[in-house]
């Protein structure tokens, strides 16, 4: 295989647009709503689990296990499970985890700098369909 092919293929394997890139699965799990708001609620510190169901508002209780079980699947959370009665589970983020945190701040301050401008293009869109 030449250098050059061997580049055009390494380029392909690692393109995000691509189904079989492994950056694509990843952006899929990163750009989930429920990942974001949990990485979010957890930024500050450890969490028990019923006070993350509180503080991401709007997720099921079976909605919140199965994106606490893929955050530590995918390595951003640890469980902590200490034996007491009741058994208290704590759930914190990893290395990992709080390396994601400053990228999504840094989107939350852009959309909130920018939120009025995508209103406006709605506004603009809805009256245009209008017509």
């Known amino acids: 295989m030449t ?3 061997r580049r055009e293929q390494a380029r392909e394997e690692y393109n995000a647009n ?8 990843l ?7 429920w990942f974001t708001l949990v990485v979010s609620a957890l930024a500050d510190g450890p969490m028990r689990y ?5 503080t991401v508002a709007g997720a099921s209780q079976r909605m919140l296990t199965q994106t606490l079980r893929r955050l ?9 499970v200490t034996p007491t009665v009741p058994i208290r589970v704590d759930y914190e983020l990893t290395d ?7 990228l999504q701040r840094s989107i939350k301050a852009w959309a909130e700098q920018h939120i ?3 209103h406006a293009a ?10």
């Open 3 to 5: 250098a050059t092919a």
């Open 18 to 25: 691509l189904r079989e890139c492994p950056g694509h699965e």
């Open 27 to 33: 952006l899929s799990v990163i750009s989930d709503k």
């Open 50 to 54: 019923n006070e993350l169901g509180r």
């Open 72 to 80: 530590e699947r995918d390595g951003f959370v640890t469980r902590t």
């Open 96 to 102: 990992l985890g709080r390396q994601i945190v400053p």
């Open 116 to 118: 009025p401008e995508v």
């Open 122 to 131: 709605r506004e603009r869109y809805s009256e245009s369909e209008g017509e």
